[in-house]
C-alpha cells in the first residue's frame, strides 16, 4: 500500500507561480512512477506530468510544457509540481497519484493504483 498527501494549493493570480507537494509513505516498490494529475468538475481528469522513480525521467502534458516541473526528494518522499506563469485554464483539482505497472504509467490515463485527496489551485485572470 502506497499513501499520499498533497498540499500546498491556493490561489494565484494569472502569470503567478504556486509549488504543491505530495508526501508519499509506505511500500516504495508501489512506485514504478509517480504523477500529477488535475481534474475540473464535468471533464475527465487529465495527467499534466510524471516522473519515473528510478530513471528520473519526466514525462508533461503540451498544455504545462515549459512552465511546470516535476520532481522528487527521495530523502524525503516528497514529489512536487512546480507551476510558473500560471493560466486561468491551470485551475483545477490537483491531486498526486501513484502506479507500479509499466504500462498504467506510459499510458498516463487516471487508472492508477494510488492516490491523494487532491489539492485546490484556483488561478484568477
Known amino acids: 500500500q502506497v499513501q499520499l498527501a498533497e498540499s500546498g494549493g491556493g490561489s494565484v493570480q494569472a502569470g503567478g507561480s504556486l509549488r504543491i507537494s505530495c508526501a508519499a509513505s509506505?511500500?516504495?516498490?508501489?512506485?514504478?512512477?509517480m504523477a500529477w494529475f488535475r481534474q475540473v468538475p464535468g471533464k475527465e481528469r487529465e495527467a499534466v506530468a510524471r516522473?519515473?522513480?528510478?530513471?528520473?525521467?519526466?514525462r508533461y502534458a503540451d498544455s504545462v510544457k515549459g512552465r511546470f516541473t516535476i520532481s522528487q526528494d527521495s530523502a524525503k518522499n516528497t514529489l512536487y509540481l512546480q507551476m510558473n506563469s500560471l493560466k486561468a485554464e491551470d485551475t483545477a483539482m490537483y491531486y498526486c497519484?501513484?502506479?507500479?505497472?509499466?504500462?498504467?504509467?506510459?499510458?498516463?490515463?487516471?487508472?492508477?493504483?494510488?492516490w491523494g485527496q487532491g489539492t485546490q489551485v484556483t488561478v484568477s485572470s
Open positions: 497519484a501513484a502506479d507500479n505497472n509499466p504500462v498504467r504509467c506510459t499510458l498516463a490515463r487516471p487508472d492508477f493504483d494510488y
Open positions: 509506505g511500500n516504495s516498490y508501489g512506485r514504478y512512477c
Open positions: 516522473i519515473y522513480q528510478i530513471s528520473g525521467k519526466t
